[in-house]
């Protein structure tokens, strides 16, 4: 059939395994026209030893564990790790995991993340689209370890940052950025493939009812209960949750952050407008660093603009979500 002799996308998932990069790697998993070719793990919702333990029992429940897993950055590239945070628990995972494989370091690749996505890269130039759902640190070391990685790049897709100077765990700034601020920066700076930036107010105006919520974890499917189950003891999925932070600046509702990105990557037809812009992120501000500010009249100069997402179609994303649990 024509849909056999379609060419996959071939995706590389860079995540720091929460409870939503779980959500965005089922949906990766479940979309028929894209092949996972590995997932890198980073640190940011937890230490980077909880997100290969939690990427490897995302694979395990999708029976998917061919893919290999690689272990990157422990820590951003300036300054100390103390901002990790314990919105999805310490885990990563909502701390309900009991079963834990005590065996998981022998499930991950030897090679580490940065030389494996160089190498992936390398291997099928300029058809390889790379995910982004946590602190950019792998991305910012690939690009100073080959500077020509970002031209051998299809496309780029990265969760974080913010578009209207928004913060959630500072005042101005995202959590992605904010836990690598300088990575952030040299991503933003150098990486002059095609790139689409799912903001944090991209993904708080564009959330679903919590009854949609509902009806997702309660499908009758294994990935179905693993969302049920991460999220049963998480206070970001709580009633308490919904009178939040967030919650002064928009909408109440729930808010799948990295499945976002992963839906423009797997169907762009999910993001209905964009702003085409230069972007940079802020350094140095004692309430701005780690924030996004976009360049709309051009006075930075810069050649390449990034598409900063701006609408959803949100029934299609639903609709993503819902086979992504399938
Ligand atoms: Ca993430």
Not at 86 to 106: A, C, I, L, S
Not at 302 to 313: A, E, F, G, N, R
Request: charged share 20%.
């Amino acid at each position: 059939s024509t849909t056999l002799q379609m060419a996959k996308k071939l995706v590389v998932v860079d995540t720091d395994c929460g409870i939503d990069d779980a959500q965005a790697i089922l949906m990766a998993l479940a979309a028929p026209n894209v092949e996972v070719l590995a997932v890198t793990c980073v640190f940011g919702n937890t230490v980077v030893e909880n997100v290969c333990q939690n990427v490897l029992k995302v694979l395990s429940v999708c029976e998917r564990e061919g893919i290999p897993v690689f272990r990157g950055c422990a820590g951003p590239l300036v300054g100390a790790n103390n901002l990790c945070s314990d919105h999805f628990g310490t885990d990563g995972f909502g701390d309900v995991m009991k079963d834990r494989d005590p065996r998981w370091e022998e499930k991950i690749q030897k090679e580490n993340a940065v030389d494996a996505m160089i190498r992936l890269v390398t291997e099928n130039p300029n058809q390889v689209s790379l995910v982004a759902l946590g602190p950019l640190t792998n991305l910012a070391l690939a690009v100073r370890l080959d500077p020509g990685f970002p031209q051998k790049l299809r496309e780029l897709y990265i969760m974080g940052g913010n578009m209207e100077g928004i913060g959630n765990v500072t005042l101005c700034a995202e959590f992605n950025f904010a836990m690598d601020p300088e990575s952030a920066f040299i991503v933003l700076e150098e990486f002059t493939c095609p790139t689409y930036v799912a903001s944090w107010e991209y993904s708080c105006r564009n959330s679903l009812p919590w009854e949609f919520f509902d009806q997702l974890i309660n499908q009758d499917t294994p990935a179905a209960a693993l969302m049920k189950k991460i999220t049963s003891k998480c206070w970001a999925y709580s009633k308490e949750a919904m009178r939040n932070k967030r919650d002064v600046y928009f909408n109440p509702g729930f808010v799948s952050y990295d499945a976002y990105a992963m839906a423009a990557c797997v169907d762009g037809s999910v993001v209905t407008e964009t702003v085409r812009c230069p972007v940079r992120v802020e350094l140095h501000g004692s309430m701005s660093r780690g924030m996004m500010a976009l360049d709309r009249t051009n006075e930075l100069k810069k050649i390449h603009s990034v598409h900063v997402l701006t609408k959803c179609d949100v029934e299609r994303f639903a609709q993503l979500l819902l086979g992504s649990v399938q």
